[in-house]
T-cell receptor
């Protein structure tokens, strides 16, 4: 069965500093990995995904994520955080066999001015 | 592109009444739609998966007679909460997908906040 862990409930970072939001996963087959962001009282917005190919994936709003097969991780990164990046971030995984997404518990990112 | 809308965005109803939530894919055809429930400060819980023209597949523990899902067309799915009770109060989010391929991302609606008095 698929599972996703986001080990940090909360990440605080100063504006302008690099940020990392961690995600590890477990799947049976090839992993398809996704990051979504949720602003208060809103639905989820797609940021980026990894299917195959280059391990470094670039997405929306300057975010990127690095797929590491040996560590089964897909950490979300951004070189320079903005206050407007403050939101709830969800990592999700799906494999070849499953139709359904499995979401991680979410990490709340606070970027301090 | 890939916009999903939900209506209403919020609804307050009395206990015992039924509430219908619509989910529409505005600029694409969605072969598959998903319904999620999100509790405060928690992740999304998948309730059911619906494919156009067929019965929805419900996750374990979700009452299919209480949460009626209809995916009548490639652009519309509805969730009806029947005989709603205060414990059904939650944030309901739908998503849509253009095909059944596993590598396709889901596009999410803005959510519907249901409050049952």
């Amino acid at each position: 069965a698929q599972s996703v862990a986001q080990p940090e409930d909360q990440v605080n970072v100063a504006e302008g500093n690099p940020l990392t939001v961690k995600c590890t996963y477990s799947v049976s087959g090839n992993p398809y990995l996704f990051w979504y962001v949720q602003y208060p009282n809103r639905g989820l917005q797609f940021l980026l995904k990894y299917i195959t190919g280059d391990n470094l994936v670039k997405g929306s709003y300057g975010f990127e994520a690095e797929f590491n097969k040996s560590q089964t991780s897909f950490h979300l990164k951004k070189p320079s955080a903005l206050v407007s990046d403050s939101a709830l971030y969800f990592c999700a995984v799906r494999d070849d066999y499953g139709q359904n997404f499995v979401f991680g518990p979410g990490t709340r990112l606070s970027v301090l001015p | 592109g890939a916009v999903v809308s939900q209506h209403p965005s919020w609804v307050i109803c009395k206990s015992g009444t039924s509430v219908k939530i619509e989910c529409r894919s505005l600029d694409f055809q969605a072969t598959t739609m998903f319904w999620y429930r999100q509790f405060p400060k928690q992740s999304l819980m998948l309730m059911a998966t619906s494919n156009e023209g067929s019965k929805a597949t419900y996750e374990q523990g979700v009452e299919k007679d209480k949460f009626l899902i209809n995916h009548a067309s490639l652009t519309l799915s509805t969730l009806t909460v029947t005989s709603a009770h205060p414990e059904d109060s939650s944030f309901y989010i739908c998503s849509a997908q253009t095909s059944t391929a596993s590598y396709n991302e889901q596009f999410f609606g803005p959510g519907t906040r249901l409050t049952v008095l």
